[in-house]
């Protein structure tokens, strides 16, 4: 780890203790970013940043505030600290704030076990270049493409590095590596449009740019002649590229900071079944090479693999210090922060049962309704589970796809959504969330 950031946060600690801080923990992020945009054969934008944000948080008894900036020297440190402080004393009272006790914090991690960080060069920007030409070249042999709105290759890396009063002092550095491809297919108002990408940690890992452009373009001109679908009570087939999105609003309503305030439908949902029996959510994260791992989280507590829900059966809450202390519960290692915000409850890695049968079996066995593959807009009330959200995709009829349709809206609760999920056996297990294509059998579409 880099010493430079060590140091940095030791002199934002010092600083503080200086100001008259009881406490403090201090962030470092020395962060990298390439990108290059490719349009028409030709280099359209090419980007390159680099530089380093220090965070300072203080606690004046039972007050707090951060402070963040972007310039490294002395006099910025002992500025950040005198106003981290003055803003403290200003701030309300808080009786659940404060850092963990020493007993609480991580001590032993394996950062080289977790493979955040790709040995590799970083790549330069002709390489980037060339990967995003290669990608858009091959959609465009798809002659159903009339163009392609942006081909992207890009690179970054980051270090990072938590120190605090109470002791605790740990970083570790990542690197990911990106390739994108958006196609449009048609022309004038019947122009669809659709996308392929791929985001890793190492480069080695990346899907070849070719498979890239081919795939955006296949999808783009699969979605040609859409029309809008019946109205009425349907079967809806999520696509494994969004189903995650499902998981993710149970994933909000389980947080610490929905739950403390009351404003989520699952607050009374502790110890009930909230997915099919069968069916466990475990978060993981010390997968290696995976966007989710780290060796601790943003308050130096240890991180560890938890069943959220089991067989069904939610077990526990996502929560950071101050929201489990509010709830006379013991944190879970899931706080999350940036150099300019007090750490909040976030997921790491997560992983939901995948079930034993395909996504074309789940199509034969839904008869007619709707395989949705893209979504747009959204409405959807936390408290309540209400869900509304636009959708495009393919009508299945017989079990079998017929035709591409979009202007659609689909509609449920939550709720029981979830609790009726029937899982395909297609999720990527490279992936943060490794969730496959979800069937919701019943549904409310709005189309014709």
Known sequence: MSDALDALTEQLLSAARRAGADDADAMAVRATSLSVDVRAGALEQAERSEGT??????????????????????????????????????????KYAGLADADQLAKDWDVAALELCDPAAEPDPATLQRDAERAEAAALRNKGVSQVQSASAGYGAQEIHLAASN????????????????????????????????????????????EIGVCAAERAVARLGARKPPTGAYPVLFDERIASSLIGHLLSAINGSAVTRGATFMRDAMGTQVLPKGLSMIENPHRPRASGSRPFDGEGL?????????????????????????????????AARSTGGAPSPSNWNIALTQGTKSREDLMREMGTGLWVTSMIGSTINPTTGDYSRGAAGVWIENGEPTHTVNECTIAGNLRDMLLALVPANDARDYLSRVVPSLLVPGMTLAGN
């Open 53 to 94: 944000d220090i965070g300072l948080r203080v606690f004046v008894g039972k007050r707090s505030a951060v402070v963040s900036a972007s310039d490294t020297s002395a006099r910025t440190i002992d500025e950040m600290a005198d106003r981290a402080v003055a803003m403290a004393r200003e701030a309300p009272e808080d």
């Open 302 to 334: 240890p991180v560890s693999e938890r069943a959220i829900v089991q067989d069904g059966v939610l077990q526990g809450w996502t929560l950071d210090l101050s929201t489990a202390r509010q709830l006379g519960l013991a944190p879970t290692g899931n």
């Open 167 to 210: 002791g605790f002092e740990g970083g570790y550095r990542r690197t990911s590596r990106g390739l994108s491809c958006v196609a449009i297919a048609g022309t004038g108002t019947a122009m669809e449009r659709d996308y392929d990408g791929d985001s890793r940690s190492f480069q080695a890992d990346l899907r070849d740019a070719d």
